[in-house]
């Protein structure tokens, strides 16, 4: 019987021992997992606006800059009939 107490206090403080470094060891898990994701958000967002001033640039170069005639009026529009294309 005295036996019987002293393994179970023995298997208590062994069990408790294990779920410390359980706890910390799912600890620094999650704190790698979270610094991970925040290393990768980061870098996703630096991706974004790299790739945002990109195709704007490569936007403004295709299309083309209207232009101004003098005195600053746009060329007038053309009327329907008098285009070469039959509706």
């Keep these: 019987m005295i036996m019987s107490k002293l393994m179970s206090k ?14 910390w060891f799912w600890g ?26 990109w195709f704007e640039e490569t936007i403004d170069i295709i299309t ?5 005639y003098p005195r600053g009026y746009y060329q007038p529009m053309p ?3 008098d285009l070469s294309v039959d509706y």
């Design 64 to 68: 083309p800059k209207p232009q101004i």
């Design 28 to 53: 620094a898990t999650a704190v790698a997992v979270v610094g991970g994701q925040l290393y990768v958000g980061s870098s996703y967002r630096a991706m974004a606006k790299s790739m945002n001033r």
């Design 79 to 81: 009327f329907p009939q």
């Design 10 to 23: 023995r298997d208590k403080i062994r069990a408790q021992m294990k779920s410390r470094f359980y706890y």
